[in-house]
Nanobody
Framework: QVQLVESGGGLVQAGGSLRLSCVASGRTFSSYAMGWFREDAGKEREFVAAISKFGGSKDYADSVKDRFTISRDNAKSTVYLQMISLKPEDTAVYYC????????????????????WGQGTQVTVSS
């Protein structure tokens, strides 16, 4: 098993930046592909970004491409989500997720593909 703890959320003005972190504990972090999802009130949890277990492959939702960057540091068991040019519609609770991955280049974009979830961190973007 792996435990995930997100941090870095907060209140920011439109156009601002935040960096979210997700620290994993438990089994070997480099065994897991990682993802970020977000959920706003009354909406379904949606895919934001994903990264393969060694960081060589990444994918993003169209709504965040060119503004968000996912990265990971396996030595620190941490995955990051750098967010710039934030918009009010980015307001949501952001969750990191992990899935045991056998292929080094695989990443996952569906919520049901992930086994482990963090508790979430709130991001609020004011206009």
């Amino acid at each position: 098993q792996v435990q995930l703890v997100e941090s870095g959320g907060g209140l920011v003005q439109a156009g601002g930046s935040l960096r979210l972190s997700c620290v994993a504990s438990g089994r070997t972090f480099s065994s897991y592909a990682m993802g970020w999802f977000r959920e706003d009130a009354g909406k379904e949890r949606e895919f934001v970004a994903a990264i393969s277990k060694f960081g060589g492959s990444k994918d993003y939702a169209d709504s965040v491409k060119d503004r968000f960057t996912i990265s990971r540091d396996n030595a620190k068991s941490t995955v990051y989500l750098q967010m710039i040019s934030l918009k009010p519609e980015d307001t949501a609770v952001y969750y990191c997720a992990a899935v045991n991955s056998f292929r080094s280049g695989s990443y996952y974009t569906r919520r049901d593909q992930y086994n482990y979830w963090g508790q979430g961190t709130q991001v609020t973007v004011s206009s």
